[in-house]
């Protein structure tokens, strides 16, 4: 039997943070609880959320995670991990990486640190694999369907969108694969 990746549309509607912050491109209503799904991380299990400084406050159950962390340019939001997401290292010891990037260099000029900050697609899915263990996975929500990888399967591409007038987006999931060292 030949694989085949899952494929899906959410309908999504935007969301409202916690404690009444206001932030341009924040997790749209929904979507985190679809995506834990598709990453096989229960809400208890750890997520390390990237370009996600202020996930912390999305404001529905199974979201985010008792364990999640995250991980943010912008000193602004907060993050566990005051890190660059083009340079990285991402920390280990996560079942499983979630990006929400800016979408394009325009969209990152939306944000404290401008155009200049934008990291690409392709740039986070090859140091979030780098990050995890044979098995775990990488979910990125953008524009763009970062290429595929030799040393990982894509297991998902989930339309996503957040009332009329907007860009759909994708959520594109990869599994990493198993080197030839820890087969």
Known sequence: MSYRPITDRWILARAKLLEGRKYYGAYP???PERARVLLGAWPTEPVLHVCGGMARYYPWEGGFGVNDKTLDLDPATSPDFLIDAREGPYPTGFRAVL??????A????KYALGESSYPSPNRILDLALASLPAGGRVGILHYITPGMRKDAKFIASVSVMVGGNNRD???SV?????SRSEA
């Open 29 to 31: 209503g929904g979507f």
């Open 99 to 104: 990006a929400d990037p800016p979408y394009s």
């Open 106 to 109: 325009e969209d990152a000029g």
């Open 169 to 171: 987006r994708v959520f």
């Open 174 to 178: 990869f599994q990493k694969s198993a």
